[in-house]
């Protein structure tokens, strides 16, 4: 007896398939509809499916800041977008996750979660002490900054804290994701019109030259998050062609606005490192349809609509986006099996994720249903507390239709039902698949 039977489904290869899910796991997959008995059986009819979103790079902000986000509404956005693993970040909360205290009050607020969940620990220059403890407590890994995060409770790393920090994470083997804009390139700005040359590529390109430099002294792996542009993608690619360990994100903003759109829509495009020229958009672009970026994160980074609005200077730098990943990319035309690779297949393999991140028997039963048509996204279809999407009234290509995590029903045409959330782990004894 199948606990789920989702019948006359299409494969990204085009293929049509029907499985079957006991104990959460795919057990069979069939060309042909299954005609075994099981407790639900859906007809996907045609529509498109695809493995669950892994994302990771959020900001649901809990404790602390739920007004910001939230963990209930944050996750359900990422629900209803076809996810089933974020990665939450370790700052935006209150208090920051830099120790065992404060990764177990996370933790508590992970209940609320419409998906299974991983979390991301801190690593700055007040906890190297207790990163060990975090490791514990199950994070994949740790956050730095190179730059001034824009928050006095989540320091940045100086280039020595950062070496003695990866050469822990190396020791407990785990990641350690890096923020890199290097300090000594970022300028002061006043407002919209020189934001973007305060922060110019050159800042990027340098940090991310100095981070390689650690990943190669320390043997930890290096995550890039949120890279820019093609240069930094480029550095990496020639510092893991020698042998160390990085891997490269960047996120669906990069690929999809410009410059001149920020100029445009102002503080709602407000992030960091800043949109870019088009040229480089386009290039950046070019490397993630070359396969030489391995995830894309959303790096959903809410604010409530007051810290969103007015003086561009003081307004928050950051862009909600957690529920639109999936779609953003089709729309810029990347084929769903790249998708597929960028979103669930690299990240489980980056994270260590077993089981999950493959439409394959043996596997979590982790998987959307998509409408792949193009219609103009709407406020009403968002499910993130503030519905700021800087993608509202954009044509955008695929509407998830079901989201299944572990062969349980979490999204289904705008309704939510009750989930078990599961907080996975960084499985440091299991090997890579
Ligand atoms: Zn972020």
């Given amino acids: 007896m199948y606990d789920l039977l989702v019948q006359n489904a299409i494969l990204p290869s085009g293929e049509s398939v029907s499985l079957g899910v006991q104990d959460e796991k795919i057990t069979l997959i069939s060309p042909e509809p299954i005609l075994d008995p099981a407790r639900v059986v859906l007809d996907a009819d045609g529509l498109t499916l695809v493995s669950g979103v892994i994302d990771m790079h959020v900001h649901f902000n809990e404790p602390g800041n739920t007004h910001w986000e939230g963990v209930f509404t944050g996750s359900r956005a990422f629900a209803a977008g076809g996810g089933c693993v974020f990665v939450d970040m370790p700052l935006n909360s209150v208090p920051t996750t830099l120790d065992a205290l404060s990764l177990d009050l996370k933790k508590q607020a992970m209940g609320q979660s419409q998906t299974d969940y991983a979390l991301w620990g801190g690593l700055t220059p007040i906890n190297l002490d207790q990163m060990p403890e975090l490791a514990e407590g199950g994070v994949v890994g740790f956050k730095a900054f190179m730059s001034d995060s824009g928050l006095p409770e989540f320091q940045n790393s100086s280039v020595g804290v950062l070496h003695k920090g990866m050469e822990t994470a190396a020791a407990l083997g785990l990641l350690v994701a890096v923020h890199a804009e290097d300090p000594q390139h970022l300028g002061a700005y006043r407002g919209l019109e020189d934001f973007t040359s305060s922060r110019p590529t050159l800042a990027e390109n340098s940090a991310v030259s100095i981070a390689l430099e650690l990943a190669k002294e320390t043997g930890c792996h290096l995550h890039l998050v949120h890279l820019s542009n093609i240069e930094a993608v480029m550095l990496a690619l020639n510092a893991r062609e020698q042998g160390v360990r990085v891997s490269i994100e960047t996120c669906p903003h990069y690929l999809f606005f410009n410059e001149e759109d920020l100029q445009k829509q102002g503080v709602l495009l407000k992030c960091a490192p800043p949109l870019r020229p088009e040229v480089d958009r386009k290039m950046l672009l ?148």
């Fill in 286 to 433: 070019k490397a993630v349809q070359k396969g030489w970026v391995d995830v894309i994160g959303s790096d959903h980074s809410p604010a409530p609509p007051e810290m969103k609005r007015g003086d561009f200077a003081r307004a928050w730098g950051g862009i909600s986006s957690v529920q639109t990943t999936l779609s953003v990319l089709l729309t810029l035309g990347i084929p769903l099996e790249e998708a597929s690779l960028l979103l669930s297949e690299h990240p489980a393999s980056i994270l260590n994720f077993q089981g999950k991140g493959k439409f394959a028997v043996g596997f979590d039963a982790d998987f959307a249903l998509l409408d792949l048509q193009e219609k103009v996204l709407e406020k009403h279809e968002l499910h993130d507390r503030h519905r700021l999407s800087p993608y509202l009234s954009h044509g955008l290509k695929g509407r998830v239709l079901y989201n299944f995590v572990r062969g349980h029903v979490v999204y289904e045409r705008g309704q939510f039902s009750s989930f078990q959330p599961k907080h996975i782990r960084f499985d440091t004894a299991g090997q890579r698949t």
